[in-house]
Structure formats: C-alpha cells, structure tokens
C-alpha cells in the first residue's frame, strides 16, 4: 500500500466522528429538507449497504489532484501534470511488489500455470466489468491477438504452429454483457453474480482452463460470480483461478461477497493496491494500468517461456522478447511514468482543442488502426463517467454523442474485426432470459437486468459503424470547428488512409492534431504529409524506451496519455468539482452509492466552512439516508422540473440541498435548476472557499 493511501486510511476514522464521512446506515434526523425517502432509496439504505462503498480506498480523494478543476481552468498544463503525477502511486505499488518475495511469487506462479496451461493445450480466460472488462478485452484484442497477428508474418511462425496449433485462439477477454457492452455497460448485469457464471458457460471454459477475474474495488458481484464458479468448475485446484483487485483486504472484509472470496483457498488473490485515483473513484484510471500493466507482463513472461520450447534466443528477440524477468519489468514502470508525464505539456495544446471544439457545440473524431483498442476504450469510458453520450448508434435521428472513433475499414463489420480480431460475441437471450426471470429475486435488479438483456445481443453490432468508410463520412464527417485527432502506435506504417483522412479533415476545418507513441521516432513521411497540410498540426511524440513483444509498454504509456487528456478536456468543460466525478451518471447500485457519497461529502465540506459558519450558524451534518433521499428525489425531478432535464444529479441535489439548509426550508428544484444552470457547482462552491 502506498504512503498516501495508508495515510487516508488512518484519517478516515476521524472523519466518520467530525460528520464528513457519515456512516453508511445513519438514519435521517426530522425531515429538515422536505424530502420523503421513495421506497427504493429506504431500501438502497436498509438492504443495499453490501454497495455503500465509499469506505474503499479507490473511493477516496487523492490529495495530489485534489484542486484539479481549479488548476487547470488557469492552466492546462498545470492540471494535466498533476493527473499523470498520479500514476507515481502506480510506480511505488509495483516496486513494492517487485521487492516482497512473497507477492512477486505470486505473480510468477501464475506465470509459470499460464505456460503450462498453453502448453497442455488449455485456454485463458479473462473477465471483468466495466473499466476492468475492457481491460480483459484489451488483454485479448489489444495485446495478444495483435502480437500473433505480427508473428504471422514472421518465418518462426510455422515453428510455433506445428509445436502448439491455434495458440493465437487461446486467449479469451470479456466484458460483463458482452461486446455490447463495450460501447456503454448494460444497466443492472454487475450487481448479478449469476451472470459471471452464465458468461464462463456461455464462453465454454473448461476445468483445465485458467479463469483471471478482475475486479478494481474488490466487491464487483458479476466479478466475484465468475470467480466462484470458476472455482467450483475446478474443484481444489487454487492454481486455476484467480483474483485480482485493488484496494486492500482490510477494506474489504466488511463487505460479505468479498469475504467469501478472500476466504477461499480454491483462489488464489493478487493484490494490487495502488490507493486513491486521481478522480475519485475513477478506476479507469491507476487501479485499471495497474491491472493491465502486471497481467500484460505476466503474459508475455509466460508465453517467453513458452516458445523458448521451439525458438532460439535470436528468434525470440527478433519478435520482441528480452531477458528482463517480471521484478524487473514492474521496476520498469517508473520509466514509463515518466515518459507520460514529461508529455503534459505538449499534451495541453490538444486538450486545449478538444475543449474548445466542445464548448462551441462542436465534435471529435479519432482515427486509429494499431491504436484502436486503446483509443475505443478511453472514448466510451467518458460516457458513463462525466455523463456524456454514448456512441451514436447508425439509426441515431440527432447526434447526442460528443465524439466517434473510426478506423479505416469498409464498413461497420470491418471495423468491428479490426477492434476484436475475432467475431463480435453478444448474449444469447435463450441461455440467459430464463435464469433472470426466475433467479434474481430484487425486483430492481431483475427488471434492470432485463432491461439490459434485449441490448445485448448479436444484432447491437449492427448498430455502431465504427469505420472511415464513404458511408460514415457522408453521415458525419469532421467539420468546421470540429477536433481530429490521428492516433499511432508502435511501429505502424503511415496508411494512405491516414493521409486522406488529414487531408479531407483539414479541407473542411477542423482543428487537428496527431499523437504517435512509439518505440522509434515519427517517420519522415508522416511529418512530410503534415507540412503538407494548410494548417499546422501539433504533434505529440512519445518514443517509449523499452521494446516488448506485445507493445505493452507502448499501449500503457498511451492509456494514460489518453485518461490524462480526456480528464483534462472534462474537467474543463466543467464536468470536474476539484477531483470528484460529479457529473456520475447513478446506472448501478455502486453508482447510486457513489453518488450518495459525493452529495454527502460535498454538502458536509461546505457546512464545515468558516463562510457558512459565519453566515449560518453550526449546520448538522447531512446523512447518508437524507443524501440519498434526494438522490432518489434528483432522479425522478430531473424528468418533471423545468430547467432540471440534462442537469447531473449529483450537483442537482448539492445545490439544492445547501439551498434549503440555508433557507430552513424545503427543498425547492426550480430554484435549485435555476442556480446551477447560472453558476455551475465549481463556481457555485467557490463560493463556500476560504479567501
């Protein structure tokens, strides 16, 4: 655990008796607001505290990044700084782990069960929800799939094929619901461990095969269902499944879903605290790199070990194989922090772009090919993260979405190969309709699983076209105002598509930019094609010092290049009160927890002011059943309110809530609306701050 994270730990106790971090169950005072709890708000407070989870330390505020809104309003580069020097945390939590011999065993011994598992002919199966769903999906799609794509067209490819036939189909990644769920999670599926254990049958593991499930909080039930049923599908066996989380066991344990896998000697568990990220509870950023860093080296260590049964130590490193072991390469993080961050400042010319294109109604475009996955994942994480739009569907009548992703590919079919390199996998309602009608006794979760059911099938691939093809460019092609952005990765050739794509985007006057991470510098054609173009392009190229077999280094130093930016561009935007994700849409009970937290805390910061104290005396501290009353209260006034639709409901019900306590009255939503159109809450808090 990191020195920021045990000190947080060690404050938050006395933050529980000062009022700021109410306890979970507190039960309302009189009814000062004028708020009745609805009867799904008593029961999130009675029956759900299994998902009130702001005592985790992914939960928490990092105290690096704590001003962020503030920071990089008045200067971006300043802002995009202290976000990458977040990912340090990351580098000390690896170091740590690369010098405790037990844990570094760990990490070894699933190394060596991955090999032999390869070896004896069995696959690998990577799960997890959300964040870390599609960090299973780029283990598979963005890393594995790739690096045998590269072999392919190497002459030590018809070695390994005649030792180990269709290894590149060993290794499965997926997300909870399926590929659909890529573009946004399906409301309701993590809440239901049942739903782990249909998608391990659905995919047709196996009891020889090994089962990684991956959770960032550690509580995540679709998670811990696949973990569990992965361990009674191989009975004592605790070499085939496997844990891994990110907060540490202490915080866990209250919570009884977790406990039971802790518990269980059939798992064995890697932990990889990191602490705090640097948007709260934003676990997309440090927790998800942190995961994805240590299970990308523990891969390709394995499958090194794997061809050296028929490969030289030349051909081995002709397809990007070193000698560095996995201590060495979790050291090696530092390096590749430090790489990202010495990027800031070039990276805020193209936050300060994007951020502009959005502010006068505009839109962005990405192109990628190599870098498509990556891309693809930081994009559709913005949706339910700062309450944007998700991807447009093809029969979309307006564009709600504030961006697309292409790739160059005839069409939507095309494009979606180019993401997964395999067929798109949706759910087949036959296998799981029944098992949620009958199952699943909450009545909430029931009727949001199947709510996220009838979209989850093979048809959804057919709605999100995802190509640079005549056809998306007669729909939506990049206009005036409008930010472009040509991302590459590793040692891609410059594609005449890119080429057409920057000169078309250009012609119509949007604003670009190109981003290249790489283990060599941009290519000299690259540069010529850019001086060719009627306007400059600023560049950012990020040469990655270390090679690797399958680009991890070069795709983890572009994902946090990529969180970095898109943070950056919302916390500009206003969709950022100092590091707190407030704009969250409340999808799932761990959103509606998460929720929950922010009003309280938000609300109790302000009651603890010198200026409200001043002004209006010693406040009690607001509850967690009155925060999460209005919540409820915010979600059903957002449709019936003036002025209140497309309001968050976060910010919705802090301002109302510090409204009515100021007044001693009830809570007014018209007026609360009507303040945070006009002020928005960072300003709307600022004025609370101390001078």
């Known amino acids: 655990m990191s020195r920021t994270a045990k000190r947080i730990m060690r404050s938050m106790s006395f933050l529980v008796m000062a009022g700021v971090l109410a306890p979970a169950a507190s039960q309302s005072a009189p009814n000062r607001l004028g708020v009745a709890p609805s009867a799904q708000s008593q029961d999130f407070v009675a029956n759900k505290q299994q998902f009130q989870l702001h005592s985790l330390l992914t939960e928490q505020r990092h105290p690096r990044s704590v001003d962020l809104s503030t920071r990089i309003d008045a200067d971006t580069a300043d802002g995009l700084a202290s976000l990458l020097a977040v990912d340090e945390d990351i580098a000390l939590a690896l170091q740590g782990v690369a010098d405790d011999p037990a844990r570094l065993a760990t990490l070894e011994a699933a190394s060596r069960e991955i090999t032999r598992a ?10 997890g929800t959300g964040s870390t769903g599609r960090l299973a999906e780029t283990i598979e799609s963005g890393l594995w799939r790739p690096f045998w794509q590269r072999t392919a067209r190497s002459p030590v490819m018809a070695k390994i094929e005649a030792r180990y036939r269709g290894l590149s189909e060993r290794v499965r990644g997926e997300i909870t619901g399926g590929d659909r769920a890529l573009i946004a999670s399906l409301e309701g599926f993590e809440d239901i461990p049942e739903i782990g254990r249909l998608q391990l049958q659905d995919n047709d593991i196996r009891p020889g095969d090994l089962v990684f499930a991956v959770t960032e909080g550690g509580e995540t039930s679709a998670v811990i269902g696949t973990a569990l049923a992965a361990a009674d599908q191989a009975g004592a066996d605790a070499r ?82 070193n000698d560095a072991g996995i ?77 697309q992703v292409w790739t160059p590919a005839t069409d939507g079919a095309q494009a979606w190969q180019a993401l997964l390199h395999r067929p798109f996998h949706g759910l087949d309602k036959a296998l799981y309709l029944p098992p949620f009608e009958h199952g699943i006794h909450d009545p909430y979760l029931r009727e949001a699983a199947l709510r996220g059911l009838a979209n989850a099938g093979d048809e959804q691939q057919a709605l999100y076209d995802l190509s640079y093809s005549p056809a998306n460019m007669q729909r939506n092609a990049p206009a005036a105002g409008d930010s472009g952005a040509l991302i590459l990765l590793g040692d891609e050739p410059h594609a005449q598509a890119n080429s057409r794509w920057l000169d078309a985007a250009a012609a119509a006057g949007a604003e670009l930019v190109l981003v290249s991470v790489s283990a060599r510098p941009l290519a000299p054609d690259v540069l010529r094609d850019l001086d060719a173009l009627p306007r400059d392009v600023p560049v950012i190229a990020v040469t990655v ?12 130093v572009l994902k946090m290049l990529l969180n970095a930016h898109s943070t950056g561009v919302m916390a500009k935007r206003g969709r950022v009160v100092g590091n707190t994700m407030t704009s969250v849409q409340p999808g799932n009970l761990k959103l509606i927890g998460r929720a929950t937290w922010l009003i309280l805390s938000h609300v109790n910061a302000v009651l603890e002011t010198p200026a409200w104290r001043a002004a209006h005396g010693i406040t009690a501290p607001l509850t967690y059943a009155e925060a999460n009353a209005v919540l409820f209260d915010a979600i059903e006034q957002r449709r019936n309110v003036a002025g209140a639709a497309g309001l968050p409901e976060v910010e919705l019900s802090v301002v109302a809530t510090l409204e009515a306590l ?30």
């Open 118 to 127: 390869l070896r004896e002919g069995h696959r690998l199966y990577f799960y």
């Open 240 to 321: 085939r499944t496997w844990f891994v989380y990110n907060n540490p066991d202490a915080v866990l344990r209250p919570f009884e879903r977790s406990r039971r896998v802790l518990d269980d000697p059939r798992i064995t568990k890697i932990p990889l605290p990191t602490g705090p990220q640097a948007i709260t509870g934003s676990t997309r950023m440090q927790a998800t790199t942190t995961s994805l860093y240590v299970l990308g080296v523990v891969l390709e260590d394995a499958t090194r070990a794997l061809l050296r049964d028929v490969l030289s130590p030349g051909e081995l490193a002709s397809l990007g194989f």
């Open 327 to 403: 201590g060495d390469r979790l050291r090696g993080f530092a390096t590749l922090q430090q790489t990202a961050a010495a990027a800031a400042p070039k990276l805020a010319a193209w936050t300060d772009r994007e951020a502009r294109s959005y502010a006068n109604g505009r839109r962005a475009t990405y192109l990628a090919t190599r870098a498509l996955m990556p891309v693809f994942v930081d994009v559709t994480e913005r949706a339910p993260t700062f309450r944007l739009g998700p991807l447009d569907p093809v029969n979309a009548t307006e564009r709600r979405s504030w961006i």
């Open 545 to 556: 010092p270390q090679r690797d077999a399958f680009e991890l280094n070069q795709t983890i």
């Open 662 to 691: 100021k007044r001693g009255a009830p809570v007014d939503w018209t007026a609360a609306a009507t303040r945070l159109r006009a002020d928005g809450l960072n300003r709307y808090l600022a004025g609370y701050a101390a001078p």
